[in-house]
């Protein structure tokens, strides 16, 4: 097979705010017993159970969360990736292609009592044209003794063999260091600021943004007064909902009711935008009287594009009746398909009807936003789910998903690690049957796509 550009990045057409791959991806790669599967269960330190001995729960595209001197990583046993190879030579060094291709750094395993065979050999004749680390465990030293055994692998010529016996866990520290030092760092998942939650309120002119600031701020000024030593930017109010303090950002021009006569709508748009940047979660306030306009959905875009969790407040419900109720429904089923994960409250900012109900909404979609699938549930699912429906056939080719990560928080971000393009809607069925099955109310999930071409 021919392979060529390592990490062609697909989008899911979001650009602005995109997370990182946070996580790096480390592949074993090796012959049958020679160890793979205990080394990874003592890179895991047993945290995960690794071989899943449920029958009919395949052992392939098994992918899980490592953590070694604070770095956090992703490690993958390519056991099982190209079955269809012929021989097992075939088939294992394919799969050494494949992870060269597709991880950050490979680990080859040797069985050191063994020695290097043909396999072997093929194996490290595919790596050696890596442009990532390679490493070398030379594994099953259990004692001194086949230290001797260990250095005839550098006869494979992948560089130094690192001695380990994975089943005794000598040197696998030794070996845990080399690995934490060959992975790219990985950007962390920064600590989250202290204090409350920021909320953005945004929404058209006369949707009653004001409104409704005013209404739940009635205590405002105890507020600020009860939490000492706390500098509260002028711009931004503290505010007490449902006995949680939340920060609900850019606000001065609200408070004021500054309106400028000409340029209002470019200014309102340029302050929507920088409220949404500041906030972890928006509020996007949308007048429940009144039929759904390109201006709402213009917010809500925003929101999306800036990953920042959902609330939707469809306020005036006390101008609804049954008939524009009706209507309404009918309004969200095609206005809102983009985003029928947020959250929704009906409320009234003049009555105060419902109002309450905001922070509950808030809190599920921040803990969504904050919310992170651990690596091995996340192949456990995924994996079955390719196998009931797999990706369509596109130029006669089955692509294939090999493993997935969640990369990232604040929002959500799955990296899909494939062998072809995934269609759009293929992605939006797997973002789909995702949240079926690990919730994620009220906060965007992003799903990329790493190609190995
Ligand atoms: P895999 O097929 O490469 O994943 O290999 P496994 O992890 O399933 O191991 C194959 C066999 O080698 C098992 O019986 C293990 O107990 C054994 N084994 C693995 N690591 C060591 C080791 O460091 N020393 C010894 N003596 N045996 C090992
Ligand atoms: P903003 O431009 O989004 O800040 O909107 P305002 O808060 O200034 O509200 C615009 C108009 O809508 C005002 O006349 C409000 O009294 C009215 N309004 C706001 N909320 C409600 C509500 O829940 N029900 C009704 N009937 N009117 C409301």
């Keep these: 097979a021919e392979f060529t550009m390592l990490d062609t990045r697909v989008d899911d057409g979001e650009a602005a705010g995109e997370a990182e791959l946070a996580q790096p991806v480390l592949a074993v790669v090796g012959r049958p017993n ?5 080394l990874v269960n003592r890179i895991l330190g047993r945290r995960e159970a690794v071989v ?10 098994i992918a899980y969360d490592a953590l070694w001197a604070g770095r956090r990583f992703t490690v993958v046993d390519t056991g099982g990736w190209e079955p269809d190879a012929t021989g097992l030579q075939g088939s294992v060094a394919a799969q050494a292609e494949i992870a060269m291709n597709t991880a950050d750094a490979v680990l080859v395993v040797v069985d050191a ?3 290097a065979t043909t396999t072997d050999e093929a194996v490290a004749r595919v790596l050696r044209r890596s442009k990532r680390p390679v490493l ?5 030293v259990d004692d001194e003794r086949l230290i001797a055994d260990a250095a005839s692998l550098w006869s494979l010529g992948i560089g130094e063999p690192y001695p380990v016996s994975a089943l005794h866990g000598r040197s696998s520290g030794d070996l845990l260091d080399v690995i934490v030092a060959a992975l790219p760092e990985a950007p962390r998942d920064g600590e989250r600021a202290a204090g409350p939650r920021r909320v953005a309120l945004v929404g058209k002119p006369n949707v009653g943004k004001s409104s409704l600031l005013n209404k739940i701020s009635g205590e405002q000024r105890a507020v600020v007064d009860s939490v000492a030593g706390t500098t509260v930017d002028p711009v931004d109010s503290l505010v007490e909902l449902d006995d949680q303090t ?6 001065a021009g609200l408070r004021k009711r500054v309106q400028t006569a000409s340029g209002t709508e470019y200014y309102a ?7 949404i940047d500041a906030s972890e979660v928006s509020v996007v306030l949308l007048d429940a009287s009144e039929p759904l306009s390109e201006q709402d959905l213009r917010v809500l875009t925003m929101v999306v594009d800036a990953g920042r969790a959902c609330v939707l407040a469809f306020n005036k419900w006390d101008l609804v009746d049954e008939e524009r109720r009706y209507q309404l429904e009918r309004e969200l089923d095609r206005g809102l398909v983009r985003v029928p994960w947020a959250e929704r409250v009906n409320i009234s900012a003049l009555t105060g009807r419902s109002v309450r109900k905001l922070a509950p909404a808030l809190r599920t979609a921040l803990t969504s936003w904050d919310q992170r699938v651990p690596t ?10 390719i196998a009931a429906t797999p990706p369509p056939v596109r130029g006669g080719k089955q692509p294939k998903v090999l493993f997935a990560t969640q990369a990232g928080i604040r929002p959500p971000t799955l990296v899909l690690f494939t062998t072809g393009f995934l269609e759009a809607g293929y992605r939006r069925f797997i973002e789909r049957k995702f949240r079926e099955r690990f919730g994620f109310a009220g906060s965007p999930v992003r799903i990329n796509v790493r190609v190995r071409e």
């Design 52 to 61: 899943q001995d449920t029958p009919g729960v395949t052992r392939d595209r």
């Design 376 to 385: 091995g549930q996340l192949n456990g699912w995924l994996s079955e789910l």
């Design 269 to 275: 748009s340029l302050r929507t935008k920088t409220a």
């Design 113 to 115: 009592t063994v020695g």
């Design 246 to 251: 939340w920060r609900f950002v850019d606000t």
């Design 34 to 38: 020679v160890g793979k599967s205990t």
């Design 136 to 140: 070398l465990a030379a594994n099953k």
